[in-house]
């Protein structure tokens, strides 16, 4: 079975992958003996999984796999953006997060709250070449914190054609809509062309 690599120590992201990859082996971090720090200096999502994955695949040489995502709200310019992990400083909680974002977009008629989850996916292949994409799940941003599913601003976000937060859905059913899951399928016939 070939093995593909995932950038990434998050259980539950590598299962959610290993899902849609059922031919693969899928592996994280840990497997293949990786502690390092990436420096995520990038200016897009697209620039920040290309570091992440080109780190991984130089240390192991195998094809892998990396993502980067993060939260667009359109009335704070496109922030948190590629910070999304880092706005308010990696201390402060999502509850903090999320309320603060709920407050900068007080007043705000529902046709001004839209918000963008997005996730930029990149491949390195077994030629070491790189294939990026990208997947974007429009929706809008809450004027609660609601949900007890989920991680990050899934409490204050809902989907276009949804009336609750993401972090109110079951795992399967966030994971049919997810900024991952539209970037991964995008993605799935590029890894299965190379690892066939």
Do not use: W
């Amino acid at each position: 079975m070939k093995k593909l690599v995932i950038a990434s120590g998050n259980a539950h992201k590598i299962n959610e992958i290993s899902a849609m990859l059922p031919d693969f082996e899928v592996i994280g971090l840990k497997d293949i003996g990786f502690d390092h720090d990436i420096e995520e200096n990038g200016t897009t999502f697209e620039e920040n999984a290309l570091i992440k994955a080109k780190a991984v695949y130089d240390f192991c040489a195998i094809p892998t796999l990396a993502d980067d995502s993060g939260l667009c709200v359109d009335a704070m310019d496109g922030k948190p953006g590629i910070y999304s992990a880092r706005f308010m400083g990696h201390d402060t909680s999502y509850t903090q997060k999320n309320q603060a974002i709920i407050e900068a977009l007080d007043g705000l008629d529902h046709e001004k709250r839209g918000a963008q989850f997005v996730c930029a996916m990149a491949y390195i292949d077994t030629h070491g070449k790189d294939h990026v994409v990208k997947g974007v799940l429009n929706g809008y941003i809450n004027t609660t914190i609601e949900g007890e599913h989920g991680f990050g601003y899934d409490p204050i976000f809902v989907p276009y054609g949804y009336d609750h937060s993401i972090a109110m859905m079951d795992e399967s059913d966030k994971n049919k809509i997810s900024h991952r899951h539209l970037a991964l399928e995008k993605m799935v016939s590029i890894i299965e062309t190379d690892l066939d």
